[in-house]
C-alpha cells in the first residue's frame, strides 16, 4: 500500500508516518511506500525500509499535486494548510494554499479518476469552521459559521470534499480535529499556544504564561489520539458514514482551570505554582468565541475515540514525550 | 444609485428590475443607472429614462467581473447561476460559472476595495445548499449538506461572501430563496418544474402533469415576494445582520396536495381536473429528498416577508401575470 502525506513535516503529520511505520499496516494492508509532500523536506521515517519519496513544494502549484496523484496513492492524508493566524494577516496566501491548493489537489484526483483510480482522502479540518455564538456542546447538525478566513477554508473544503465523493472521483473524510494538546515543542507565537504550554512547560520544570481567565472552554484531543483519527478515518466502511463526510470529532472539553487542576493531580502543586498569569486581553477575546465543546455522536458512534478526562491527555503526553515519567527536578 | 444585476435576462432578474424602475428608487435613492449582464443580451427595463449598460458575457472571463466593478456599482445583485440540473450534468461548467465566477466577482470588488469602494452585494443562494435528510422546519441554524453540486457551489458562495464581507470587502447577504412558484412561462423540463406547471397551466385552461404524489411537501415563494427579497436585502441595516450573511427565507409549506386544493378554492374543480397524474419515480425520488419546510425566524425579525398560505400565491400570479383576472374559459 502507498501513502501519501501532504503536511509531512508538521507535527500531526510526522506523528501519522511514525504511528504508520511501528503498526507496518493500514487496516489489513502492508506499507510499501511512503509519498511524503511539505513545503520542507519531510524526513523519512525512522525503521521504514520501503520507498520514501520526499517532495519539497507546496500546493499553490498544480503540478505538485498532479504529480503526486501521477504516483497513483492509495490513500492520501491531506494535512496542509496556512494556520489560522497566518491566514488571517496574508488573505491571499491562506486562499492560495488552503482553498485553491486543496481544489487542485482534488481535481488532480478527479481527473485520474477517469482510468479508475479512486483513492481514500483524509483531510483535515478544523473546530475552526465554526464561529460564536455557540452552544456549549456543538451538535452534529449545527451550521458552519467561520468567523476566520482559515475557517471560512476549511468549511468550504469539506463542501468539495463531500461533493466529490458523492460523484464518485475519491472516497474522503474531512476529519475535525479539535484543539491538539499537549502540543509538544518550544513556545510559539499561536493564539492556541497557552493551552498546551501551561501544562508542558511545568511538567519539565518551566515557566509558562497564562493569558486567560479560568473560565475558558474549550475543546481537546491528544496528538496521539489525532492521529487515531486519521487512522481510523483511512480504514473505515464510508458505507456507514453517508454523504454527509465532515465529521466533529470527539474530545475533551475542559476550563482552563480544569486543565490546571489535571495538572495538580499527575504533577502536584510546584508545577501549577510555575503558571505565571499574565492577562492578555486580545487573546482572551479571541478564544471566548472558540469551539467550547461537542456532543460528537456521529464520530462516537462510527468508533473515532479520544480521551476521557484531562489527566489522561497529560499521561498521554508523559509517555509519549517524557519517557513515560517525570523528570527528576520533582 | 447605479444598480448591477447580474442574470439580468433570467425570470427574477428581469422581474427586479422592472421592479426597481417601478419605484424609481432604492430605499431612499434615486436610481440612475443599471448595468445588467447575462449569457444573453438583457432588455433595458422598460420605462426607465437612465443609463442602462447591458453586456452578454458571463462569469467565468475574471474580466467581465472586473469590467463591471470598474464602473462601480453601489449595489450589486448576483443572481446568475448555472441551474442545479445542468451543473449536475456538466460539472466543470458549474463549478467555473457558479464557483470560479461568483469568486471573480468579490475578488474583483475586493481589488477596488482598496480605494474605499465598497458596494452593497446581494447574492441568491438556495435551499438546495441544505440536503436529506431534513427536518420538517430547518432551523437557521441547521448544517448545510448539499446533495447536488449546485448546492455545494451556492453553500461555497455564502462562505465566501461573510468572509469577504467580515473582512470588510464589501456589505454581503446571502438569500436563500425557496421554490419560486409559480414561475411565469411554459412548462420546462426542471424537475421542479412541475410544482408551478400543475397551477399556472389549468389557471388558463390548459392541462398540466403531476409526476409526484401529493404527499410530497415543499417550500414556496412567489417571485413576487422573491423580488422583494432582494430589494429588502439590498437596503436592510447589516449590522443588525452580524456576521452569519445567508438567511434562509420566510415563505409557504405546502405539500402538492394542499396546492391543488388551493386551486380549487381559487379556480374551481373544473381547473383542478386539469391536473394529469403521470408518476415519475425519479422526480418523486429526487424531490422527496427536498427541502420542506424553514422556520426562517431570523430572516422575518428583519422584516423579510412573504405569502402566508397558498392561496395568496396563486392570486398573487392572477394579479401579475393574468391582468388580475381568470380568463373567461371558466
Redesign the interface.
Same mark, same amino acid.
Request: charged share 25%; proline share 9%; aromatic share 10%.
Given at each position: 500500500m502507498h501513502i501519501a502525506i501532504i503536511g509531512a513535516a508538521g507535527m500531526v503529520g510526522r506523528k501519522l508516518a511514525e504511528k504508520l511505520v511501528a503498526d507496518g499496516r493500514l487496516g489489513d494492508q502492508q506499507i510499501t511506500r511512503f509519498s511524503l509532500l511539505d513545503v520542507i523536506p519531510a524526513d523519512a521515517p525512522a525503521g521504514f525500509t520501503g520507498q520514501v519519496d520526499s517532495h519539497a513544494a507546496d500546493l499553490s502549484d498544480p503540478a505538485v499535486s498532479k504529480a503526486l496523484v501521477d504516483a497513483r496513492p492509495d490513500v492520501i492524508f491531506h494535512l496542509a494548510a496556512i494556520v489560522s493566524g497566518e491566514a488571517e494577516a496574508d488573505?491571499d496566501k491562506g486562499y492560495r494554499i488552503n482553498l485553491d491548493g486543496t481544489r487542485y489537489l482534488f481535481d488532480a484526483i478527479r481527473l485520474a479518476s477517469a482510468d479508475g483510480y479512486k483513492p481514500r482522502v483524509i483531510f483535515t479540518s478544523s473546530i475552526a469552521t465554526f464561529?460564536a455564538p455557540l452552544p456549549d456542546r456543538i451538535s %452534529? %447538525?449545527?451550521?458552519? +459559521? @467561520? /468567523?476566520t !478566513?482559515y475557517g +471560512?477554508q476549511k468549511?468550504?473544503g469539506e /463542501? /468539495?470534499l !463531500? %461533493?466529490y465523493s458523492?460523484?464518485g472521483f475519491f472516497d474522503g473524510l474531512a476529519i475535525r480535529l479539535p484543539t491538539v494538546c499537549i502540543r509538544p515543542g518550544k513556545p510559539n507565537l499561536a493564539a492556541s499556544g497557552f493551552f498546551s504550554s501551561i501544562l508542558r512547560e511545568p511538567l519539565v520544570g518551566k515557566e509558562a504564561v497564562l493569558p486567560v481567565t479560568d473560565g475558558v472552554r474549550h475543546w481537546h484531543v491528544s496528538p496521539r489520539s489525532a492521529v487515531g483519527f486519521l487512522i481510523h478515518g483511512a480504514t473505515l466502511d464510508l458505507d456507514k458514514v453517508g @454523504?454527509?463526510r465532515a465529521l466533529s470529532m470527539p474530545g475533551v472539553s475542559a476550563t482552563v482551570g480544569e486543565q490546571i487542576e489535571a495538572l495538580r493531580r499527575v504533577a502536584g502543586d510546584a508545577a501549577v505554582a510555575l503558571i505565571k498569569r499574565v492577562p492578555d486581553e486580545g487573546i482572551q477575546r479571541m478564544v471566548g468565541n472558540w469551539a467550547p465543546g461537542f456532543n460528537a455522536e456521529r464520530a462516537t458512534a462510527l468508533g473515532f475515540k479520544a480521551e476521557q478526562t484531562f489527566d489522561e491527555i497529560i499521561r498521554v503526553h508523559i509517555e509519549d514525550e517524557l519517557g513515560g515519567t517525570l523528570s527528576a527536578w520533582q
Open positions: 488573505f464561529g %452534529d %447538525d449545527f451550521h458552519t +459559521t @467561520p /468567523l !478566513s +471560512t468549511a468550504i /463542501l /468539495l !463531500s %461533493d458523492r460523484r @454523504p454527509r
